[in-house]
């Protein structure tokens, strides 16, 4: 079956450290891979996508992710973190070959930022 | 360009009562989605619209949940009745790249059931 696993349900991270936030998914053919962020009381603010091409994908507010094939995961990453950036983060994994279909999300990673 | 919208932003009713909630899509996105997000978990999919066509209803709780979206524009999904485990947050995003699929979503209505 399709899904999304995020390991760690809260990170919480020094501001002005690097931070990753992981994602492993189960999918039978080529995903199209989403990253998303919610602050409280928001909506999911779109941070990046990969779609094909390039591995390594930038998004918004200085994100990157790496789509890694051999390891079935979509690493989310930042250089320096800051406080603004404390929210919830979702993977999502929608069919690469089906569009216009659902998206399957993770559970998601809380992100704290201490100072 | 204006996101898609939803209100109310925030609904409390009594269990039995009837609510409905209401989606603006982004203009010109053809497809439509309503997600169900509860406490700490990702959202998930209710209803998919292809313009005004469900194209996918397959999670939606169908004795008590039903959704329009007529005119292939706005959309409206109703509960009758609502009940304590509905409590939760309804998405609405939208998406018009039939390639990628990108979806866009609104600040979405958290609904409290008492």
């Known amino acids: 079956a399709q899904s999304v696993t995020q390991p760690d349900i809260h990170i919480t991270v020094s501001e002005g450290a690097s931070l990753e936030l992981r994602c492993n998914y189960s999918?039978?053919?080529?995903?199209?891979l989403f990253w998303y962020v919610q602050s409280p009381g928001q909506g999911l603010q779109l941070l990046l996508k990969?779609?094909?091409?390039?591995?390594l994908v930038q998004g918004i507010k200085g994100f990157e992710a790496e789509f890694k094939r051999s390891q079935s995961s979509f690493n989310l990453r930042k250089p320096s973190v800051h406080w603004s950036d404390a929210a919830e983060y979702f993977c999502?994994?929608?069919?690469?070959?089906?569009?216009?279909?659902?998206?399957?999300f993770g559970k998601g990673t809380t992100l704290s930022v201490s100072s | 360009e204006a996101g898609v919208v939803q209100s109310p932003r925030y609904k409390i009713i009594e269990k039995k009562q009837p609510v409905a909630f209401w989606c603006n899509p982004i203009?010109?996105?053809?497809?439509l989605y309503w997600y169900l997000q509860n406490l700490g978990q990702g959202p998930e999919l209710l209803i998919r619209?292809?313009?005004?066509?469900?194209?996918?209803d397959s999670q939606l709780p169908k004795d008590r949940f039903s959704a329009e979206r007529l005119k292939g524009v706005d959309s409206t999904l109703k509960i009758q009745p609502a009940e304590l485990g509905d409590s939760a947050v309804y998405l609405c995003?939208?998406?018009?790249?039939?390639?990628?699929?990108?979806?866009?979503f609104g600040p979405g209505t958290r609904l409290t059931v008492l």
């Open positions: 990969y779609f094909s091409g390039d591995t």
């Open positions: 995003a939208s998406s018009s790249d039939r390639e990628t699929d990108t979806q866009y």
């Open positions: 203009s010109g996105h053809n497809t």
């Open positions: 999918y039978g053919a080529t995903p199209y």
């Open positions: 619209y292809e313009n005004e066509e469900a194209v996918d």
């Open positions: 999502a994994v929608g069919p690469g070959n089906q569009a216009g279909t659902a998206l399957i």
